[in-house]
């Protein structure tokens, strides 16, 4: 079983200020992780992926997420908040399926948390 | 944009209608999903398609009806639907051997 829990629904910032948006993650296996960001009224877009290879992993937009195993942590960051960075983010879980011979990704979706970034 | 495409983008139905959602990749990914987004919920897994074949239905209400004739199309059939059922209804496709799903932009359903 997995399972994933964003510790804040709403963060606030200033623009020009850090972001930090927290997950905490439950997996029996070696998790993959992500972080996917949704503007209003538009899909998901893939921020950034962990797969067991360096725990510290860049994305887009400047963010980054730091894999910390024994805090089973996937926090994501970005020094300097914009205003195009408002937009709710969701930390994403990733257990292997495996059938005819390829294999997918089977997501479980923490609940979201959505950043507001003030002037 | 992520190359997966919806329609329609918006859609109001009665609970006695039928209708359908369409989701279209030309990615060359062989994985295709449909998932449930309602307000305050996390998003659902509601069914998985490997290469045409269906392998996952999340215990998903009948009224509910996918659809994969290729690996380039999705269809989702819906028929006698729920007030409850309102919500914002992704696709998403994966390249094969990669875990990362890309999402269409969704189709917000209200159900009247």
């Known amino acids: 079983a997995q399972s994933v829990t964003q510790l804040d629904s709403h963060v606030s910032v200033s623009e020009g200020t850090p972001v930090l948006l927290r997950c905490n993650y439950s997996?029996?296996?070696?998790?993959?992780l992500f972080w996917y960001v949704q503007h209003p009224n538009k899909g998901l877009q893939l921020l950034l992926k962990?797969?067991?290879?360096?725990?510290l992993v860049k994305g887009i937009n400047g963010f980054e997420a730091e894999f910390k195993k024994s805090e089973t942590s996937f926090h994501l960051t970005k020094p300097s908040a914009h205003m195009s960075d408002a937009a709710e983010y969701f930390c994403?879980?990733?257990?292997?399926?495996?059938?005819?011979?390829?294999?997918?990704?089977?997501?479980?979706f923490g609940q979201g948390t959505i950043l507001t970034v003030h002037p | 944009e992520t190359g997966v495409t919806q329609t329609p983008r918006h859609l109001v139905m009665g609970m006695t209608n039928k209708k359908s959602l369409k989701c279209e990749q030309h990615?060359?990914?062989?994985?295709m999903y449909w998932y449930k987004q309602s307000a305050k919920k996390p998003l659902e897994l509601m069914f998985v398609?490997?290469?045409?074949?269906?392998?996952e239905n999340n215990s998903v209400p009948s009224r509910f009806s996918p659809e994969c004739p290729n690996s380039s199309h999705l269809f989702l059939h819906l028929h006698t639907l729920q007030p409850e059922d309102s919500a914002l209804y992704l696709c998403?496709?994966?390249?094969?051997?990669?875990?990362?799903?890309?999402f269409g932009p969704g189709t917000r359903l209200t159900v009247t």
């Open positions: 998403a496709s994966s390249p094969p051997g990669l875990l990362e799903q890309y």
């Open positions: 997996s029996s296996y070696s998790p993959s």
């Open positions: 962990y797969t067991s290879a360096a725990t």
């Open positions: 994403v879980v990733t257990l292997v399926s495996r059938t005819g011979g390829t294999s997918y990704g089977k997501l479980t």
């Open positions: 990615l060359g990914h062989n994985a």
């Open positions: 398609y490997n290469f045409k074949e269906q392998t």
